[in-house]
């Protein structure tokens, strides 16, 4: 038996250090760097290197003595919230391995220090760009395409493919890194959960996630499963298409959210409406409109009614497909924008909660 002076953070520390090696045993090799490294990497975490701020902390570009860019993801503060998402994102994604994942390079835990660090990612988030209005014009058609389909295929790895069954729980386009050639990279999964072969779905009374992303079911009952993650990939694909946020809309009253907009504009065959106008140029009717029924189906009301990222994946890549006709979406009507924590320092652009069954209280 240890000492019993240890504290909760040692105690901790002590626990993901044991799942390291563990994890060392069972798969591939995780590299430990030592914060030295870190430290000489990222010029003492200069706010010059800051590139933003992540899950749990803030998030620095570095690079190591071999030329190697890197992104370093430090904890903020010790919390039990911070090591939780610290230790399960270290367990998720350690285990993931597909060209549409961030790839975790090793971590760093000495003393209160606990950092993970990923490849580096020099073209930033996708909301970087296609909210942006000197940026969005980079990202023509076929370049938006490419990363939704990008974006699919990453999503059924997590949910079909992978060593382990993962429900993401908190995608959004802040969440999309994009490579050099931008390509799209899902990251942040420290709100992942793993499913066994007989899970279906779980239930939290803990919602964390980004307002206008969550699934209804999710965001009043707690309830996830492969199909939350298939509704914020449909919010995802009508944002990449039209360039608007869905959260951007609920500050007027009585204005309709991008859900909505989108559903009524496909019902009346004006689809082309909604799509970014700096793509007018490089897309057509058909394929704007068969897309945008996509993401309509994507994010209905009931979970059954929406497809599966099997199903996505195939009507991407198959354009004789048929697909179902969609039913008016889910309705954000009951939840206002008061809901959220619209300054919370966390999220640029969207209003992050965590909400208990009982309340709700900013992050």
């Known amino acids: 038996m240890g000492s019993t002076n240890a504290s909760p953070i040692q105690y901790d520390e002590v626990r993901i250090a044991n799942m390291m090696e563990l994890g060392r045993q069972k798969d591939q090799e995780l590299p430990l760097f030592s914060f030295s490294t870190i430290q000489t990497a990222t010029n003492d975490f200069a706010k010059a290197t800051k590139l933003g701020e992540g899950g749990f902390g803030p998030v620095y570009k570095g690079l190591l003595p071999e030329g190697q860019e890197i992104a370093v993801k430090r904890l903020s503060e010790i919390s039990r919230q911070g090591l939780e998402e610290f230790k399960n994102e270290v367990s998720v994604i350690c285990k993931l391995q597909h060209r549409n994942l961030v790839r975790l390079l090793g971590c760093c835990i000495e003393g209160e220090e606990s950092i993970l660090i990923y490849e580096y990612m020099p073209n930033k988030s996708l909301d970087s760009f296609i909210f942006d209005s000197t940026k969005r014009s980079i990202l023509d058609w076929r370049r938006r395409m490419h990363i939704i389909e990008g974006i699919a295929q990453g999503l059924l790895y997590l949910h079909k493919y992978s060593r382990l069954r993962i429900i993401h729980r908190d995608l959004k386009t802040s969440n999309i890194l994009l490579d050099s050639d931008m390509n799209p990279k899902i990251s942040d999964f420290g709100m992942a959960r793993i499913f066994t072969d007989n899970d279906t779905k779980g239930k939290t009374s803990r919602v964390v996630g980004t307002f206008g992303y969550m699934s ?55 689809s082309m409406e909604l799509v970014d106008s700096t793509l007018t140029a490089s897309c057509s009717s058909r394929e704007v409109t068969r897309c945008l029924q996509m993401g309509l189906l994507c994010v209905q009301e009931r979970a059954t009614d929406r497809p599966t990222m099997a199903d996505v994946v195939s009507m991407l890549s198959n354009e004789t497909i048929a697909m179902a006709l969609p039913k008016e979406p889910a309705s954000w009507s009951q939840l206002s924008s008061s809901d959220a924590d619209s300054s919370s320092s966390r999220q640029r652009h969207h209003s992050t909660f965590d909400m208990t069954i009982s309340g709700v209280h900013g992050r």
């Open 216 to 270: 209804p079911e999710y965001a009043m009952g707690g309830l996830f499963s492969e199909k939350s993650d298939v509704f914020s990939f449909g919010v995802i694909l009508l944002e990449i298409i039209s360039g608007k946020k869905n959260v951007a809309l609920f500050e007027v009253d009585n204005q309709l959210n991008l859900l909505g907009n989108a559903w009524n504009l496909w019902k009346e065959g004006k």
